[in-house]
């Protein structure tokens, strides 16, 4: 008998693609986008998107560095310390859709946050990036001079690469409600001070995060019409939830929330990809293996088949392994430093 289902290549069946394997063996899991030592790769996002962005520097891509760390860093990670280095601007973390929304806004001018600049013991922190700065500014005449260097940094990568590389993290985030500025991370935490009539807690819901995604691919057109988007989302969990709720529920809805979005841009905009970092890691074939005990922390086994997964097909003769064993740098993700203040 003919049905739509016979005839189709092996990775369409749970079968054969999936229970007859090991976690690690699962092969054709995406398609690989056309990619050269050429383009030029920028990253953004959660910290789950400084992998992506290492492994290509290891494999010889032209990874895009538009704010490099200054000479008076003693070492690498010194600078990655102070978020140089990172991804391809020292915007720190980037959560969520609305955070890289407003920043591609601000950078072009059509936006200007009320609430720029937070204080901690005498001294002055960027609040759209208060972890690149661990020490903060001196004054906030300072932390104002940086911000416009940094936006102009973020112009010359929207405007030269090739590729935009961007993680997915989270829905839920905070916002001053002068304006709907989006924080990285609550006021009160790195730096700032809570105030509920000036901040409130937001939970971004499907429509919100991809009408934030189709904004931000239309920004993204205007400047640099040939550039494309390879979209990801964080398998890291939540450090904690404000919805009131449990943190596990909360962590699905949502991952769940994302990777809609992700898909149907992706569907939607030729322009567009989608790479299943998130379903390498968390999904049930994986039994929770590529986690640290603490269920969060996504191992150095995890990566690795991340990477390797990326790194198929094609573009397993384009990015040859030169350097693919040294060991990659450690993400670092505000959350961290923020779990350490809860």
């Not at 997915?168 to 709907?180: P, V």
């Not at 790195?190 to 189709?214: C, I, K, Q, T």
């Not at 057109?221 to 550039?227: E, H, I, K, R, T």
Request: a negative charge; charged letters at 20%.
């Amino acid at each position: 008998m003919v049905n739509p289902y016979r005839g189709r290549e092996a990775r369409a069946f749970w079968s054969g693609a999936v229970a007859d394997r090991h976690c690690t063996a699962m092969t054709d899991l995406w398609d690989p986008i056309a990619l050269s030592r050429h383009d030029r790769i920028a990253t953004a996002g959660s910290c789950f998107a400084q992998h992506i962005g290492n492994a290509l520097t290891r494999r010889g891509a032209d990874f895009l560095d538009c704010e490099p760390a200054p000479p008076v860093f003693a070492s690498g990670d010194e600078a990655r310390r102070f978020g140089y280095g990172l991804f391809s601007c020292r915007y720190g973390n980037i959560y969520t859709a609305r955070q890289m929304r407003q920043l591609v806004e601000e950078a072009y001018g059509h936006r200007r946050p009320n609430e720029a600049i937070w204080t901690r013991d005498g001294r002055f922190f960027d609040a759209l990036r208060p972890a690149v700065d661990p020490a903060g500014h001196a004054s906030a005449d300072t932390v104002a001079r940086a911000r416009q260097l940094h936006l102009a940094a973020v112009r010359t990568m929207l405007e030269t690469m090739d590729l935009l590389v961007f993680t997915l993290g989270l829905t839920e985030c905070w916002e001053s409600l002068l304006d709907g500025t989006v924080y990285p991370t609550a006021p009160g935490t790195l730096a700032g001070a809570f105030d509920p009539a000036l901040h409130a807690f937001r939970n971004l819901r499907h429509a919100d995060v991809l009408e934030d995604m189709e904004a931000l691919i239309a920004l993204i057109q205007a400047v640099n019409p040939a550039a494309r988007i390879l979209l990801t989302v964080s398998p890291v969990p939540l450090v904690a939830t404000a919805s009131g709720g449990h943190v596990l529920p909360a962590t699905v809805r949502s991952k769940s929330i994302l990777r809609a979005v992700a898909g149907e841009l992706a569907d939607s905009h030729d322009h567009v990809a989608y790479f299943p970092s998130y379903e390498i890691i968390t999904a049930h074939p994986a039994r929770g293996m590529f986690f640290d005990p603490d269920l969060r922390t996504v191992n150095a086994l995890g990566v690795e088949q991340v990477m390797a997964q990326f790194f198929s097909g094609s573009l397993a003769q384009a990015f040859a392994p030169a350097d693919a064993q040294a060991p990659m740098p450690e993400a670092i993700c505000d959350e961290d430093r923020v779990a350490e203040t809860l």
